[in-house]
């Protein structure tokens, strides 16, 4: 039983970074129907940036959130203005390869600036471990699940009673209704790509509260990237949920079964869902009137 147990926590921790990035995925489907396949690599980028406000004596981990998240806000702005905005109107396959790009330049950028030499990063929580009962937990680890419990929560605050989460809900139903009815769109697709940003941002601090930091972490963004597909795509918590269920599924398969079918776990189970549900476990179902 303390096998289990244990294999199910590890699964949950790895399950909780895969559903942040999926948020990262989801938010900004949700918002403008694009996929952003440059979510890895701005956690990277902000992971790396947060690294360097972390030398400085007397931050603290108040101090480093306080400085890290509007940076993330201020990053997703950044490229929303620049790369996303001038490409509305052209076909999405387009405005998907510059995602494809950007991750690319940001990943370059990482390269040439940090290097690719893993580089540890400071634990202002502490090492110690944490017990609860039978199960054993490193702080890092702890804070990771806390933070998408308590960004799930707000995200489900956000859509059902916030007048922003409201106009993001019908911009994403039906982008040319929302604009007749005075929504202002670009900015809906401006506050996605920033809360994107975020999303990424808490995914490479508790990535990085855990592991070392090195430029393979963009990895995981191609990993959380499957979550989204389960949880369905435009599904925010739905997303974080489809995380922690592959991060189950990955573990117990790695400690029951072998680690060489830990890898396919996670896509043999979309596999079966979306055989049984094509939009995922909590997508909305498009019906087309002809």
Known sequence: MNYFLNLLMSGLVIGSLYGL???????VYRATGMVNFAVGETMMLIAYISYNLAQFPGLGFAGLLLTTI???????????RIFIRP??????????????GLAVVIRSAV?????VEPKAYPRPLGDEVIKFGELALYPGQIFSLVVMALLCLMMWAFF???????????TSNNETTALLMGINVKRISAISWALSSVFAAFAGLSFC???????EISQMGLRGFPASILGGLDSVIGGAFGGLV????????????GRGLKEIAGFVLIIVV???KPYGLFGQREIERV
């Open 70 to 80: 509007p940076i993330s806000v201020l990053l997703g702005l950044l490229i929303e």
């Open 246 to 257: 592959i991060g189950v599924a990955e573990n117990m398969a790695g400690g029951y079964l």
């Open 274 to 276: 979306l055989m049984v």
């Open 209 to 215: 509260l855990m592991f070392s930091l090195e430029p």
């Open 87 to 100: 490409m509305l109107g052209e076909p999405m396959f387009s405005r998907v390869m510059v995602t494809i």
């Open 160 to 170: 059902r009673h916030s007048r922003v989460g409201i106009a993001m809900r019908a």
């Open 21 to 27: 990035i999926s948020m990262g995925f989801a938010i």
């Open 111 to 115: 390269i040439l600036i940090w290097g």
